[in-house]
Each structure stands twice: as C-alpha cells, then as structure tokens.
C-alpha cells in the first residue's frame, strides 16, 4: 500500500465527527486526529501549531518554512472534522481499488494526500527556497466553518489558498453561496368555526410558497453565471397552527437559497420582502448575520491557478455547487480554488469511499504543483 494510502487508512479509523451532529464524546471533535496529524508532521521536520478556535476546538497549522527569507505562500486548507458515522465506517477497508470509510473523500482524502504531498517535498531537492507553505487542517467546515472563520480573522493573505474539496483533483475557481432564512407570517386566532374573525397565517404562508416556488424561482432563473448556472429557492420546512379548530397565529418556513456572486444577504431579504408585499403577504424574514456564506469568485488568469490548471491539462475552470470554506478564506483576501481527491457524488453517503489511483494522482497534483514553486 502506499503511503498515502496507509495514511488515509489511519485518518479514517481515528474519528472525528463534528460535534454540532454527535453528542458521544468518544467519536466527536477533531482533536484525536489533529494530535495524530501533528505528531508525524513534527517528526517529518514540519513546524507545529495550534489556533484557538471555540472551547477546547483548535485548528491545527502545519508549516514548512523555507531557509531563505519567505517571499511567497501557499495555504492548503483541508478539513479535519466529518459528518455522523456508524461504526463500521469507523473501520476503514480496501476493496477494488478503493478505501471506503468516513471522511475518505470529505476531506480526510485531501488532508492525506496534501500532508504525504508536503512531507515527499521538504525531503526532496526540490524544496521550494522562497515560498512558505502551510497546511491548515480546520475544524467544523461541516456546520458553521467556525474554523476557516477563525482562521480567515487571524491570518495575513497568503498568495494562494487551495481548498480540499473532493472535485476528482479538478482546478475548482468558483461555488455558489448558502443562505438560509425563516419567513414567518402572523394571522389572528379565532375560533374554527368562525374564520371570518381571523386571519390565517397558514393561508398567508401558502401564498408565500406558492411565490417562492413560483415567480421568485423564475426570476432568479433569468440570471445566470457562466461557471455556477442560475441561483435557486428551496422551501424546505414548515411549521404553523396549534389544532383544527383554531385559526393560526403564526406560520414559520425555513428556505434555502444558492447564491451567485456578488449577491448579499441583505440584498435577498429585501427581495423576497418586496416580492411578497407586493402580493400582500407581510412578512418578517430572519436570517444570520453573523456569518454569512458568500459564493467563491477567483481570477483564473491568477498565475499560480494558471500552473494548477495547466499541470492538470485543465483548458478551462470549473464551479460547483456545494458551499465550502474557500468563500470563506477568500472573503479574508486569499485568491482560492478548490481542488482534492475523490469524487463529492460520495460525500456524505452512507458507504463513502475514493478511489486509490484519484487519491494518489492528488498527492502527484499537489507535490508536482508544490515542487515548482520559487
Ligand atoms: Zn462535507
């Protein structure tokens, strides 16, 4: 087996489930594999730190410093933390060419072939002399990227970030954004049999989906982005009224809404207000403020993401649609792509798996890219 491969092998059987998804403390939190990952790269001569993150959460650094004085650098930016997993993808197994388990492909895959990439570097001749690499594997991408959060804050813009992501080793420049938001409309309780003396805000709530799913769904579907495609809605939860004979006060919904580029929160609470006054249905809309999930935009022309792509015979750049902490870092001021091992069809499944020749030609996409750096 190769090193890569062995390395993903121990990563998936050291759990690391996050913490929003999982109470049981002997599977969650991402410190037994960032203590794991920390003590081979220390013992491989990479220097090791931790940054603070929320609690006892810590993303952890794993740095190579050039002897010369830096005058680039480079992030690679996994995650360390997975979504919830049975025992039995606790047990990581080979079969047909691939590694099956959670977290192969999201991003334990991309944390491996980064690390075993780095590591085949600094012992080679080929150890860049300018440039100052570092890999940081973060915590909680899977909820509240409350570790690229934490991490954007903190750092100084590196020349390039990349994002592990699995985009089968693809050169990803763009991703939609995420904004999630509660509409709730109030009506006027009245007895049952007297709904004339209401309002029913079940009934307003209807009018409010029916636009959504409607009128809103075509207007958004009239712009659209080269790499991304159209923005979308989802209603995707409701809940209103108290029992049959009561008319109902409130009614609450929770949508989804994929954004474009340039689009703000703001902007689409105005909207949506807008186009719902407009069919007289007041409502109020709720939304987080305090972290906003922005879609990713970076220059392909950018020099650094021209090499990536030309290396991986790459005519043009991609985007996708999942949401992921390069938004997130770049919003800080790191030009990011998005590029790792294994496929995102996989992510999250209930038997996640990579293929070990996608893992292997990522470790080979990021030592090839990492050994012609100045
Ligand atoms: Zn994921």
Known sequence: MSSVAGLLMDLIAIPSVNPAFCDDPSVHGEKRVADYLAD?????????????VRGSRRNLLLTYRPSG??????????????????????????????????GACDTKGSIAAMLDALIALIQSENRPRQTEIQLACLVDEEHGQ?????????????????????????????????????LCTRGKAAHGSRPSLGRNAIALMATAVHYLEGEYRSCLEDSKHPLLGVPTINAGSI?????????????????????????TYRAI??????????????????????????ALETDPSHPWVQTLMRQRRQPLPIG?????DAAVIAAAGTPCVVMGP????????????????????????????????P
């Open 40 to 52: 081979l790269a220390r013992k491989k001569g990479l220097s090791v730190s931790h940054q603070p």
């Open 69 to 102: 004085r830096p005058r680039y650098r480079l992030l690679l930016a996994p995650h360390m933390d997975t979504v919830v997993a049975s025992k039995q993808q606790l047990q990581p197994h080979c079969q047909l060419g691939r590694i099956h388990g959670r």
């Open 146 to 182: 409350l570790g690229s959060r934490a991490f954007a804050a903190r750092a100084k813009p590196f020349d390039l970030g990349i994002i592990g992501e699995p985009t089968s080793n693809k050169v990803v420049t763009a991703h939609k954004g995420v904004m999630w938001f509660e």
């Open 239 to 263: 809940a209103g009224g108290q029992q049959p004979n009561i008319v109902p006060e409130h009614c609450s919904l929770w949508a989804d809404r994929r954004t474009l580029p340039g689009e």
């Open 269 to 294: 609470a105005k909207e949506v207000i807008k186009g719902l006054g407009a069919l007289g249905v007041r409502a109020q809309l709720n939304y987080r403020q305090d972290a906003e999930c922005p």
């Open 320 to 324: 996708v649609d999942y949401f992921c």
């Open 342 to 373: 294994g496929s995102i069809d996989q992510a999250h499944t209930a038997d996640e798996w990579i293929r070990i020749d996608s893992l292997e030609q990522g470790r080979q996409a990021f030592l090839q890219f990492m050994a012609q750096l």
